[in-house]
């Protein structure tokens, strides 16, 4: 058995009332024993003996269910002396309006504590939730101050009522108390380009942040670009934080939204100039074989059909020793100028050594339509250069290699293809060879 003091309060009261409630039978049990006696001699003396002895007994475990004082163990005392000296039939009968007094203060008491826990909850419940909403609204105004949108809305309820959410709403024309799935559907169809559309509506599906919240997902960034005042596209760096509410228990997610126009215009900046060639504007040799290889690897050796041309302008170093680097210079920009005006926007073209120039044409179907592309730049090559002394008109030597017939990756097409530029050099210039796979070349004259 436990000791007393390992028994809740309310446990020991309850316990306490119930034994009070046994001697108040054994109490009247005494009485019927008085009324016995009349009928049967002795029978109260024997009825006396049993029910002082059980009395006693239950009375020192009503008294040990008390708790401890100074006033009580003085009750206490007082009991047992005056069960020793009448008798315990006697006591209960003095102690039962005592006793009734105290059963009903006791059972009033319980009752209070329990209305008091009862508000005490409800009195946490209501702090709970006005420290969450005091969180929110501090940690709003500070994220306002870092994200030009802040949008804070219930996943679990399906709702959107921050004040962000209402001005988005008017902006789009929509009901302010649309879901929250209802407010993306129409964000991503009035507002997200089309290539990102999928993307935002993948990640802001109300059913997929539940799946990723239970997964433990709870933090995704994704970049688009959508309608700034429903007019011009920029780019935005979405993040949606989830969380599970304290008060609630609902999953909600605070959702920010920051402009990063400037920051991708500067990233582009530093791609084009580390990919492209700073006197042409063309490719550099490094960011062609990039684009290239991944053409082909996303491409199809069966269906698709790619060539490459591989170009280099004729005494090129006899410019530049006769008529300086300056005009030297003029030369190469006036070329890239020639080749690029030949080529579809969705070619690569690009400037990979000193006079060296590439050209990679997608899905051009048939080697016709190379070597048709080839004898056009050649024609085009009849600008003169020159001073007062003297003029020159630079001409170009081309190869051509096919894809998948010659090569399927980058450095096989052009090792074929600059092997037919030399073979056009070795042939008098100023014309195009295509390579045929037996290291000899068929000549074609512009």
């Not at 409630?21 to 024993?33: E, H, K």
Request: glycine share 6%; aromatic share 8%.
């Amino acid at each position: 058995m436990k000791p007393n003091g390992s028994y809740p309060f309310y446990k020991r009261t309850a316990m306490a009332i119930l034994f009070l409630c046994l001697s108040l039978g054994m109490a009247f049990s005494s009485q019927a024993a008085e009324n016995a006696s009349a009928v049967i001699p002795n029978a109260e003396d024997s009825c006396f003996a049993f029910t002082d002895a059980r009395l006693i007994d239950i009375m020192n475990r009503y008294i040990s269910f008390l708790p401890e004082s100074e006033k009580n163990q003085m009750l206490v005392t007082s009991i047992l002396n005056n069960l020793n000296t009448i008798g315990a039939v006697q006591m209960v009968r003095v102690l039962i309006p005592f006793i009734a007094i105290v059963c009903i203060f006791l059972i009033v008491l319980i009752f209070l504590v329990l209305q008091l826990n009862g508000k005490n909850k409800k009195i946490k419940g209501l702090l709970s939730q006005k420290n969450e909403y005091d969180e929110v609204l501090s940690s709003r105004a500070m994220l306002e101050g870092m994200f030009d949108t802040v949008y804070e809305v219930d996943i679990t309820n399906n709702l959107a009522v921050s004040p962000a959410c209402y001005r988005i709403k008017g902006r789009l024309g929509i009901a302010e108390n649309c879901t929250f799935s209802e407010m993306v559907n129409a964000i991503t169809d009035q507002t997200t380009k089309e290539e990102y559309k999928e993307l935002h509506r993948e990640t802001f599906d109300r059913e997929n942040l539940l799946k990723r919240y239970a997964a433990g997902d709870t933090l995704r960034t994704i970049d688009v670009t959508r309608k700034q005042d429903m007019v011009n596209y920029v780019w935005n760096r979405i993040t949606i934080c989830t969380y599970q509410s304290k008060v609630t228990d609902a999953v909600k997610a605070v959702i920010y939204v920051k402009n990063i126009q400037e920051e991708k215009e500067t990233e582009q900046k530093l791609i084009d100039e580390a990919d492209t060639d700073s006197m042409t504007g063309l490719y550099n040799k490094r960011s062609t074989e990039k684009l290239v290889n991944k053409i082909l690897e996303k491409g199809n050796p069966g269906e698709d059909f790619h060539a490459m041309l591989v170009m280099d302008i004729d005494n090129f170093k006899k410019v530049n020793d006769t008529l300086g680097h300056s005009l030297g210079d003029e030369v190469l920009k006036s070329v890239s100028g020639v080749i690029k005006s030949c080529f579809r926007e969705g070619d690569v073209v690009s400037r990979i050594g000193g006079d060296e120039f590439l050209a990679f044409m997608k899905n051009c179907k048939t080697p016709e339509a190379a070597i048709q592309r080839a004898k056009e730049i050649l024609s085009l090559m009849v600008i003169p250069y020159g001073n007062a002394k003297i003029t020159l008109t630079p001409t170009l030597s081309i190869g051509i290699a096919l894809y998948p017939v010659h090569a399927d990756n980058y450095n096989d097409l052009f090792i074929r293809a600059d092997a037919a530029l030399y073979e056009a050099k070795n042939g008098g210039r100023n014309c195009f060879r295509v390579y045929n796979g037996t290291e000899t070349m068929r000549s074609s004259e512009p």
